[in-house]
């Protein structure tokens, strides 16, 4: 019996984990607001790319409220990520920003579909 159920999806998130942690750690030390945002961004991605490396992995080993919890994890990370962009590309809509994926972020983890954190994610692609 095989323990990894998608090996390539897994290397491939831990590899974009691995790159967007470093990004957020050269970014953490930069000093300006901007810089901050980016660092939380990339390491909110980092976070995802863990988390969901880690279900699409190993999935068969895990309980499944584990593979739950990681998943809402993995979905709730990209929201950050999201949120983290559109602060750091457009300060003056954060406070609207932050409500509007707050309350997103609370419906996401109630319907944790992948595409549902994409669209969150993806709605920050505009303002950047």
């Not at 999806?9 to 790159?19: G, P």
């Not at 000093?31 to 068969?60: D, E, K, L, N, Y």
């Amino acid at each position: 019996m095989t323990f990894i159920t998608e090996p390539a999806t897994l290397a491939t998130d831990y590899l974009l984990a691995a790159f967007t942690a470093t990004l957020a750690w050269r970014l953490r030390a930069t000093g300006g607001q901007v810089q901050r945002w980016w660092a939380v961004a990339f390491a909110a991605t980092a976070v995802a790319g863990v988390a969901g490396g880690t279900v699409h992995g190993f999935r068969v080993v895990m309980a499944p409220s584990l593979t739950n919890a990681l998943w809402v994890l993995t979905l709730e990370a990209l929201l950050v990520a999201g949120l983290s962009i559109v602060a750091a590309t457009c300060r003056p809509a954060l406070t609207v920003a932050a409500v509007a994926y707050a309350g997103y972020a609370v419906w996401v983890a109630m319907h944790p579909r992948f595409v549902f954190a994409i669209i969150g994610y993806g709605a920050a692609l505009p303002v950047l």
